[in-house]
Nanobody
Framework: RVQLVESGGGSVQAGGSLRLSCALSGSGYESYCMGWFRQAPGKEREGVAVLDQDSTRAYADSVKDRLTITRDNDRNNFYLEMSNLKPEDTAMYYC????????????????WGQGTQVTVSS
């Protein structure tokens, strides 16, 4: 079983930056696809960024050039670097992992963190 714990959320003004962290524990996840998702009130959960075992990255169009997904060399932690934040980025952010196909679809991910809130004020 794989466990994920997010940290690093908070409140910032528009144009500010935040770094979200996701710590993994368990076994076997070194070859998993890692992802970040977000869910705003009244909206569906959406994929933000994914990183596969070969270090190929994919981003939602709405966050390209502002958000970057990275991970440690030991693959025990991965991150979402967020810059030039906008009020529409306000949401609960979740990290997730899956041993299967690396997509931006939340139902493809098996393991989830508890979420961390990001609030961007104008």
């Amino acid at each position: 079983r794989v466990q994920l714990v997010e940290s690093g959320g908070g409140s910032v003004q528009a144009g500010g930056s935040l770094r979200l962290s996701c710590a993994l524990s368990g076994s076997g996840y070194e070859s998993y696809c890692m992802g970040w998702f977000r869910q705003a009130p009244g909206k569906e959960r959406e994929g933000v960024a994914v990183l596969d075992q070969d270090s190929t990255r994919a981003y939602a169009d709405s966050v390209k050039d502002r958000l970057t997904i990275t991970r440690d060399n030991d693959r025990n932690n991965f991150y979402l670097e967020m810059s030039n934040l906008k009020p529409e980025d306000t949401a609960m952010y979740y990290c997730a992992a899956t041993p299967w196909v690396c997509t931006m679809v939340s139902s493809d991910f098996n393991y989830w963190g508890q979420g961390t809130q990001v609030t961007v004020s104008s």
